[in-house]
């Protein structure tokens, strides 16, 4: 399941109902005290039960009224509500009109801890009398609304629920489907709410530094976010091993319950056998010390923020052999106390893991070194307009203009190169090609080196980013550089030739574009065929490389269905994630013999020539 929205109300200093969207990276801007860890903590609370305090009702607001709400996508196909018989969220009218899922959990914070007092999904629901409540009914009140109803029964199993309610709502002519509330606290939906959890992602909250409590000390380690997230890839199964260790101690304790009748009567009256058991992760630890024995955690801030980088780092290349779903991360300042490169390194880690499909990141930053880095879509600006925070999106200009005022658009003042390329993924290739060259020729950059020290600025262009953190390069005063691919194959002009014109006409500015397809084109096939062997001897001009690919590796896997069979949007993510290889582990496979024969007219070395010039 994937989060999409958030709902707050009442919630701290959010009175009225605010939401924001999520995507599967998202950056949060403001400054201090706008709002932004206030939606990280009630993210919190609502996967994890954090718990909740009179103090977090909005003092202008209704205490006993605190909302928090999650909406979904990407639901699971079953769930299970009756024994093993499995329907969904669908057939039960558990979601909304456009198919997602919107679960709200209400508290009541009038006394000093907070209390749940209700929890529902807002659905495109039966409403008419008789169909509203099927939900709340046992069994036998089921087959009672179904005898009322003169509801046909035959081959209809009467001992689950779920077919009762099917047969009830598929016989009724008009079930008067509009939004609704519909209860999860009690009968079908508690069952209903208890499966939804099972398929919740796993959310990882790790705090920026503050005054230690016992919880911040937690939420820092990042080994016990690995804990939680593989148990809860194993959820199912250890779910069985205790169903079945309770129902055997059950029987036991009953047992021994009837044998204490057969002695004392009265005592056997007092006795009620009851099992109860731990969260699996109460079982497991996993610490980080040194020789000297003291943890992580005691150590300072700089160095637990490296750790929780590497941990990072570590779930990003884990996430290219796994196929694990269903996490969160949500990092607040990940630039705390650490060098510009490593935070370009983390943010790094986070493209790798969204961009596979692994999880999703939230992130909260002061810094434009992160901000600018991402797409704009991706950007939150979190703002307080008469004391009252709203939430504004990077993709509306004035917006964007708020997010430069508020972190500044360059805090690098050493640039001396800006260089724009189409997407990420470009950057990764040009920085792996520059580094090969420059070891054979440094008049050859190497670019991931100059962008560590400041001299180089990368500007995505994907996203109208140009806009976005450039605005006026000219005015800057630093030479430019675009490189963007050529598309369409000749005689067709390339895809961006207008851009190119503009680019060129301007001063101190050189646009330029490639003679093959895109980047990826100058690949050798045998670096590509390194990772997977089925992949075609020869590349051509304008082969779609990423496809080519994508269609190898799943064509490679034995249980995979017939390529033909996929859908053009399973297609399009399928060689996304392609891409990423293509631009990290096939590039870092290139030697100079190899780009010498795939670059024959050496377009690649004469732009990055034209770079270095301006660099030194």
């Known amino acids: 399941m994937k989060l999409t929205e958030l709902k707050l109300q009442n919630f701290r200093g959010y009175k009225n109902e605010i939401s924001v969207t999520f995507e599967d990276l998202t950056v949060l801007v403001g ?19 954090a718990p909740i305090e009179k103090d977090d009702a909005c003092v202008h607001g209704d205490a006993s009224n605190v909302r928090i709400t999650c909406v979904f996508s990407d639901l699971p196909k079953e769930i299970v509500l009756d024994e093993q018989h499995t329907t969904s969220l669908q057939k039960e009218y558990l979601v909304r009109q456009d198919g997602q899922l919107e679960i709200c959990r209400v508290f009541n914070c009038t006394l000093a801890k907070g209390k749940q007092s209700a929890i529902f999904t807002k659905a495109y629901h039966p409403t008419a009398v008789g169909c509203a409540d099927l939900m709340t009914l046992k069994i036998k009140d089921l087959k009672s609304r179904a005898t ?24 009724t002519d008009n079930v008067g489907l509009a939004d609704a509330e519909v209860d999860l606290s009690a009968e079908t939906g508690k069952t209903a709410w208890d499966q939804i959890q099972l398929h919740l992602p796993v959310y990882a909250l790790f705090k920026s530094d503050r005054t230690s409590t016992d919880q911040d000390e937690e939420a820092q380690d990042p080994m016990k976010a690995a804990i939680k997230e593989t148990l809860k890839g194993h959820e199912s199964q250890l779910n069985t091993i205790i169903d079945q260790v309770k129902a055997e101690l059950e029987r036991v304790a009953k047992k021994t319950v009837e044998k204490i009748q057969e002695m004392s009567p009265e005592l056997a009256k007092t006795l009620n ?42 779930k990003a290349e884990d996430a290219s052999t796994t196929k694990k779903t269903g996490t969160i991360y949500a990092v607040e300042e990940p630039e705390t106390s650490q060098h510009p490169n490593h935070q370009l390194m983390l943010l790094d880690a986070f493209h790798d893991l969204t961009s596979q499909g692994q999880c999703q990141v939230i992130l909260t930053t002061h810094t434009p070194t992160l901000a600018r880095k991402v797409d704009r879509r991706f950007l939150r600006m979190i703002r307080l307009d008469a004391g009252h925070p709203n939430v504004f999106y990077g993709k509306d200009d004035a917006t964007l203009e708020s997010i430069k005022a508020t972190l500044g658009v360059l805090a690098d003042h050493d640039v001396k190169v800006f260089l724009g390329v189409e997407g990420k993924w470009d950057i990764e290739f040009l920085k792996r090609i520059s580094k090969l060259i420059n070891s054979n020729d440094p008049t050859v950059p190497d670019l991931e080196r100059a962008e560590a020290s400041g001299k180089l600025l990368f500007i995505p262009l994907g996203g109208s980013s140009m806009e976005l953190w450039a605005n006026r390069i000219a005015g800057l005063d630093r030479p430019e ?75 490679a896997d034995a249980n995979a269905p017939a390529w033909d069979t996929v859908t053009i949007e399973k297609r399009k993510q399928k060689a996304s994630r392609a891409k990423r290889r293509l631009n990290t582990e096939c590039a870092d496979k290139m030697t100079l013999q190899l780009l010498s024969q795939s670059d024959p007219n050496g377009e690649i070395s004469s732009w990055l020539k034209a770079m270095g010039s301006k660099l030194v």
């Open 31 to 49: 400054r201090n005290d706008a709002g932004k860890s206030t939606l990280l903590d009630a993210l919190n609370v609502f996967f994890n039960d």
């Open 481 to 555: 550089f675009y490189v963007t691919d050529r598309d369409n194959a000749p005689p067709a002009n390339p895809k961006y030739f207008d851009h190119h014109t503009d680019w060129n006409a301007r001063n101190n500015c050189t646009a330029y574009c490639t003679n093959k397809r895109e980047l990826e084109n100058y690949l050798h096939p045998d670096c590509i065929r390194a990772i997977e062997p089925s992949f075609p001897p020869t590349i051509a001009d304008f082969d779609d490389v990423p496809l080519m690919l994508a269609e190898a590796l799943h064509s």
């Open 273 to 314: 056998p009851q099992v109860k058991n731990k969260n699996w992760d109460s079982l497991f630890s996993v610490s980080l010390s040194g020789d000297d024995g003291i943890s992580i955690n005691k150590r300072g801030s700089g160095t637990r923020r490296l750790v929780l980088i590497n941990f990072f780092r570590a």
């Open 148 to 171: 009322q109803r003169e509801v046909n029964l035959e081959g209809v199993n009467q001992t689950i629920k779920t077919a009762l309610r099917q047969a009830i709502w598929l016989q």
